[in-house]
């Protein structure tokens, strides 16, 4: 049998190592447009910044090492022009050299990967202006890092947008972010990034959110990027970061399936509608794992897994890929955030129900040294309690909170196994209720009904006069520290001494910092004959919606 794979890198790469190991007997060759058969694109900012100092080790295999350990036929800087599905096979053009001749193929695996969005905008071609999704992007950019950079535009504020953002402030750059969108993260909910925008601007960046660039201008200094709004912003280095689009040509060409975004189409097992051509990776659609649609979700994880089943099935093994549930994380100075699954902003764009809680605990237990704060968000079913999505931000412990959560995800587990799934404790690492634990706690109990719990989006989108009455529970300090507009504090401490104070014909929502004291004042305040309901993770979540000085929808 014949293999001929398009594309190396995570897909591609995986799924020759992958046959290879599942028959010894298969030809297999594999055909990459670019010099590096498989390198480690998500390393790729960290060199840039000098926190991965040798350009090598972003190398994950060369084409000499396939070549001598997995008997790959490795053909590097060659381009698969197209396809001829009747006779099987594939024209070939040696870039190198010029020359362009037939293979043929038993089985075909595409991984073209994709290829970053350059829009139509007047300038963009100039220098000065580059892409980042392979090491010969790096070397472009870093080759003009290293010549001096002043200023740079970052336009786009997603994972590699911040990433190479925090590696450019790292160098002393003067860097200003350019996002279309109202929120950096676009895949993450608006308020699960308020921190990650304040730490931009502690860190001195310039955040331009709900604007975009409309032209660029070379000038003696370098560049100008000229905003929709009309400001200009120099510019030695504008990096584009506005998303990918599947490499499909190939597909198309040959009469393939695409969805409506352009992601090649495939079965469960991998196969095009031609059964013989397999495709895997940022080029096609998936299905999303969450809710059952197709969609497009580019991550180096599925794209291996989809290299190791299209290769199983190939060679005799029967394996399905489950669908992608978009886990992905992002480590920006001291912050980390990191998100599973659906997200509200998606459940809300589907229709379909579910609830939400947020909880804010520290990732291990706060009498040992060190102890940091996070904030987890977790959307689940609101009949069954099927975790759905989760979010986190913070510092420690974040990735192993959310990682948690994707196998509770992928499990179908409900907010009611958080609640007795066992975790490893010690104080040094987590608490005797972790993160995870708790929000199987508030999740559970608010479906259980013995925790009426209000989100502080749904009490702030009412009108003044249809509020509930707001009840701080905290001490006098905090609350003079800060407080939703036109609550009355009384501590909880003192709350049943001062019950009379409070009214019976208005339903009263209480909260404290993070939840539990509010928690504690709904039991009282139910039990004595009230109508109470928790503002969902209290006053920390909602700086979240309102950081300090914004006064929107107040």
């Known amino acids: 049998m014949k293999i001929v794979i398009v594309g190396g890198v995570a897909g591609g790469a995986s799924a020759a190592a992958r046959a290879r ?37 972003l190398l994950v295999v060369a084409p000499e090492q396939l070549k001598a350990r997995f ?4 053909r590097v800087r060659s381009s698969v022009e197209s396809i001829d599905r009747t006779v099987k096979t594939v024209r070939i053009h040696n870039l190198a050299s010029g020359e362009e001749y037939e293979e043929t193929y038993d089985k075909l695996i595409l991984a073209p990967g994709a290829a970053s969005l350059r829009p139509p905008i007047p300038g963009i071609d100039s220098p000065g202006i580059f892409t980042l999704r392979n090491l010969q992007d790096v070397d472009r950019i870093k080759a003009v890092v290293d010549q001096g950079v002043k200023q740079a535009v970052v336009v786009g504020a997603g994972f590699i947008g911040l990433e190479l953002v925090e590696n450019l ?6 860097t200003t972010v350019v996002e279309l969108q109202d929120q950096v993260l676009p895949p993450l909910d608006k308020e699960m990034t308020t921190p990650i925008a304040k730490a931009l601007a502690e860190k001195g960046v310039t955040l331009l959110l709900s604007e975009a660039a409309d032209g660029f201008e070379q000038t003696p200094d370098g560049l100008v990027v000229r905003l929709k709004s009309g400001q200009e912003l120099p510019a030695q ?48 659609e998936v299905q999303d794992f969450v809710l059952n649609v ?23 093994l029967s394996s399905t890929y489950r669908g992608t549930q978009g886990t992905a994380i992002l480590g920006l100075f001291e912050l980390v955030a990191a998100m599973t699954g659906a997200s509200e902003k998606i459940l809300k764009r589907s229709e379909v129900p579910h609830r939400m809680v947020y909880v804010h ?14 904030t987890l968000k977790v959307l689940f079913d609101p009949e069954s309690g099927k975790v759905l999505g989760a979010q986190g931000v913070g510092g420690a412990g974040v990735d192993k909170r959310i990682d948690v959560l994707a196998v509770a995800v992928q499990s179908g587990m409900t907010v009611f196994d958080l609640e007795e799934i066992e975790l490893a404790y010690s104080p040094q690492f987590g608490s005797a209720k972790d993160p995870v634990n708790m ?13 009426p719990q209000m989100d502080v989006s749904s009490l702030m989108e009412l009108p003044a006069d249809e509020r509930p009455f707001l009840l701080d529970v905290r001490t006098a300090e905090e609350f003079a520290d800060g407080h939703i507009p036109d609550a009355v504090n009384i501590y909880v401490d003192k ?4 019950l009379d104070e409070l009214p019976r014909d208005r339903e009263i929502a209480a909260y404290c910092q993070v939840g539990q004291r509010g928690y504690l004042a709904t039991r009282i305040l139910n039990q004595s004959g009230f109508t109470a309901v928790n503002v969902g993770g209290g006053y920390v979540t909602y700086q979240l919606y309102h950081p300090p000085g914004d006064e929107s929808n107040r």
């Open 71 to 74: 008997e790959i036929d490795v």
């Open 439 to 451: 929000v199987g706690f508030v999740a559970a109990g608010l479906l259980r009904d013995d925790h």
């Open 169 to 174: 402030v790292r160098l002393g750059v003067e």
């Open 495 to 498: 709350l049943r001494s001062r």
């Open 237 to 284: 280095l504008v990096a584009l970061g506005i998303g990918v689009r599947p490499e499909n040509k190939l597909a198309v060409d040959a009469g393939l399936k695409v969805g409506p975004r352009g992601g090649i189409q495939v079965n469960e097992f991998l196969q095009t509608e031609d059964s013989d051509i397999y495709a895997v990776g940022d080029a096609i």
């Open 21 to 57: 190991r599942l028959s010894e007997d298969a030809e297999i060759v594999l055909v990459e447009r670019g010099p590096d058969v498989s390198f480690a694109n998500c390393g790729l900012p960290y060199y840039i910044g000098g926190k991965i100092a040798d350009r090598n080790k």
């Open 294 to 316: 197709p969609t497009q979700i580019p991550l180096a994880g599925p794209a291996n897994r989809q290299g190791r089943i299209a290769a199983d099935n190939i060679c005799g």
């Open 361 to 374: 605990p520290t990732d291990h237990a706060g009498y040992y040294p060190g102890a940091e704060q996070m």
